[in-house]
């Protein structure tokens, strides 16, 4: 589907820059070479759609639904948030998750209320949790995995409880077999703050991720071509240069061997219900439940409709690439490829299966905007004092 503020147009046009993905790394980067240095681009996707894995869309229903997975906007860059508020308006939303355990809810990260709930105690200050969760954890003299992380802070019993079951049916792994920064992601509480992250901003976009790459890419420099591979494009255009933003091993035709990445699949439902659960995502860590959560999305967008829209994200070792899998051997394989990328200076390599990083929004638009300014410093690109974006709100 193309979307009527997205322009295509004749790619005899001549480009100064393909850009292969039109996710997050690739409309910034379209943005930033078409506003930022008056440079032509055309952005390609194999995907009939813009946006990447934060695309958007309304489904039968009307609402407003992630067709790959729940994506909540956080970060504690002010860079990045300004940079992204001139393509959008935010709902404020702090996101809530709950762990369905033992026939309770309760929330999840770990906090003094999971614990209170969960062991039926009535721990009542930040000390009382640290001292319970004290007695538990495990030392460990050097925490390496994402196992060692969790049952230091928290001991073995809420280890398998909450992550052991999640992260093998998660990454197809057991956590001692991943990297410690897997599991640090999620943070252990003696508060009872229940929200799933602390960061300064905190928000959504307000008509959605769909609608702000729309903005970003609506620009008299840009061309964008939907359902269309790199391989086929590169055959077409000549460039001066190009920024790959999919699966570094695919790009250099697997030469050492294929680099792993974890797939899902997602299974959307519409149920003629006002509410579903009582918070945007419920986790499933039993390994015994064959999905890792479900997302209710009207928690998300606010949107009030008699019917509401559910996803279950259920891990696969095949299909699309979604996760790069953090641990030391696939790290290896990417450092080869990664000084195959570095030698080819026709070619930037930005974005979360490019660089192979477990990346979140907010940190590939910063990766992209400190790689503009690269391309700038280096000379590939020049600052053409041109107008912002024409959809840039004032
Ligand atoms: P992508 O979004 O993957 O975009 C790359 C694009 O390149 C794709 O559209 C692909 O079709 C295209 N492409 C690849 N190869 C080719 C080719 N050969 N030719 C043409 N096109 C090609 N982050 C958060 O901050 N908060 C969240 O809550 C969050 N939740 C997530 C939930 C899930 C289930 C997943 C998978 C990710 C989540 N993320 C979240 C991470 C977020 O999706 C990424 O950080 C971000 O989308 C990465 O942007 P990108 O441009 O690097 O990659
Ligand atoms: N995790 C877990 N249980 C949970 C939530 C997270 O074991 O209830 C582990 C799991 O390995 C997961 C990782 O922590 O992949 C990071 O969680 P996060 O919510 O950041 O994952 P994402 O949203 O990126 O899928």
Do not use: C
């Not at 680099?259 to 006002?274: D, G, I, N, Q, V």
């Not at 953090?326 to 290896?332: K, L, T």
């Amino acid at each position: 589907m193309i979307r009527p503020a997205v322009r295509t147009a004749s790619r005899r046009k001549p480009f100064d820059v393909l850009i292969a993905g039109a996710g997050f790394a690739g409309a910034v980067l379209a943005e930033r070479l078409a506003a930022g240095s008056g440079s032509r681009v055309l952005v390609v996707d194999r995907r009939p759609h813009v946006g990447g894995n934060a695309y958007d869309h309304h489904d039968a229903a009307g609402i407003l639904v992630h067709r790959y997975g729940p994506h909540i906007f956080h970060t504690n860059s002010r860079e990045v948030f300004d940079y992204l508020s001139g393509f959008t308006d935010w709902r404020p939303y702090e996101h809530r998750v709950l762990a369905d355990v033992r026939g309770h809810h309760v929330p999840m990260p770990i906090n003094r209320t999971t614990l209170n709930r969960l062991f039926g105690l009535d721990l009542t200050t930040d000390a009382d949790a640290a001292a319970f969760l004290a007695a538990r954890a495990e030392p460990v003299d050097t925490i390496r995995s994402a196992e060692d992380v969790v049952v230091s802070a928290v001991g073995r019993e809420l280890y398998e409880l909450f992550f052991r079951g999640y992260t093998r049916k998660q990454w197809g792994l057991d956590p001692s077999e991943l990297d410690r920064s897997v599991t640090q992601r999620v943070p252990t509480r003696t508060s009872t703050d229940d929200r799933y992250f602390t960061d300064t901003f905190q928000a959504m976009p307000a008509a959605g991720y769909t609608a702000m790459f729309e903005r970003m890419l609506d620009h008299p420099n840009i061309t964008v071509e939907l359902g269309l591979d790199y391989a086929d494009a590169v055959r077409e255009v000549e460039v001066d240069h190009t920024v790959f933003t999919g699966p570094i091993d695919a790009f250099f035709e697997h030469r050492f061997g294929a680099l792993p990445y974890r797939s899902l699949e997602f299974r959307h439902e519409t149920h003629a219900r006002r509410r579903f659960q009582p918070v945007g995502v419920v986790n499933y860590p039993a390994e015994d439940v064959p999905y890792t959560r479900i997302t209710e999305y009207k928690h998300l967008t606010g949107q009030v409709s008699p019917s509401t829209s559910i996803t279950y994200e259920l891990p696969r070792a095949d299909g699309d690439p979604y996760y790069p899998i953090p641990r030391p051997e696939n790290q290896a394989l990417f450092k080869r490829y990664e000084a195959l990328a570095l030698a080819r200076q026709d070619v930037t390599f930005v974005g979360r299966l490019a660089t192979y990083r477990y990346y979140n929004m907010d940190q590939v638009v910063g990766q992209a905007l400190a790689t503009y300014r690269r391309l700038v410093e280096r000379g590939i690109v020049g600052t053409a004092p041109v107008a912002p974006s024409s959809a840039a709100l004032a």
